[in-house]
């Protein structure tokens, strides 16, 4: 079993509409969750970081993190085709090194 | 620009060749790890620098590779006699070492062995 897992898609929505990305992992020693924005050819951006079980929110995004089922999600408000990238979510355990974790990533097409 | 930066970009070897691909973090922070990137995958460890001393390597990290950061500024990582599993993108992150700081990653070097 991979530590981290995401549904790759493609997924394909039109303009506006809301948009769920979903990730698993298995170890409950993961304490940081983060998603990253990758657009074809780049290196991952950042998009946002929790601690904690619960939501945050930044603009159009919200991250919510339940680590009793050990599921994370990202949600995407008013998609726009500026959001067509490849979405990792990602992990860590703080330890001497702080390696992150990476899903394998789930593709997402924002059709105008 | 304050971001990462890598060169090259591109790489187009030969088997067998050694490349050398090199990794400008911001200037502020002192951690850099390396990450290998296939299709289709997400980024995965190779190895952790903290200033100059290479802390942590993933096994993924066979014999012919190599990573240096001499000065605790710029790193380099060589791969030694190329293969053509090793094509891949190459991407480098640094963060600060102060606080749960998140890794900012570069562009990438996207190798390809013939």
């Known amino acids: 079993q991979k530590e981290v897992e995401q549904d790759p898609g493609p997924l394909s929505v039109p303009e506006g509409a809301i948009v769920s990305l979903n990730c698993t992992y298995s170890?409950?020693?993961?304490?940081?969750f983060m998603w990253y924005r990758q657009y074809s050819r780049k290196g991952p951006e950042l998009l946002m970081y929790?601690?904690?079980?619960g939501n945050k929110e930044d603009g159009r995004f919200t991250a919510q993190v339940d680590k009793s089922s050990k599921y994370i999600s990202l949600f995407i408000r008013d998609s726009q085709p500026s959001d067509s990238a490849t979405y990792l979510c990602?992990?860590?355990?703080?330890?001497?090194?702080?390696?992150?974790?990476f899903g394998p990533g789930t593709s997402l097409s924002v059709i105008p | 620009d304050t971001g990462v930066s890598q060169d090259p970009r591109h790489k187009i070897t030969k088997r067998g060749q050694n490349v050398t691909f090199r990794c400008d973090p911001i200037?502020?922070?002192?951690?850099l790890y390396w990450y290998r990137q296939t299709l289709g995958q997400g980024p995965e460890f190779l190895t952790y620098?903290?200033?100059?001393?290479?802390?942590?390597k993933s096994r993924l990290l066979s014999d012919r590779f190599s990573a240096e950061r001499p000065k605790g500024s710029f790193s380099t990582l060589e791969i030694q006699r190329t293969e053509q599993g090793d094509s891949a993108m190459y991407l480098c992150?640094?963060?600060?070492?102060?606080?749960?700081?998140?890794?900012?990653f570069g562009p990438g070097t996207r190798l390809t062995v013939l």
């Open positions: 992150a640094s963060s600060l070492a102060s606080s749960t700081d998140t890794q900012y």
């Open positions: 170890n409950s020693a993961f304490q940081y």
């Open positions: 929790t601690y904690s079980s």
């Open positions: 990602a992990t860590m355990m703080k330890t001497s090194y702080d390696k992150v974790i």
């Open positions: 200037s502020e922070h002192n951690r």
């Open positions: 620098f903290q200033n100059e001393a290479q802390l942590e």
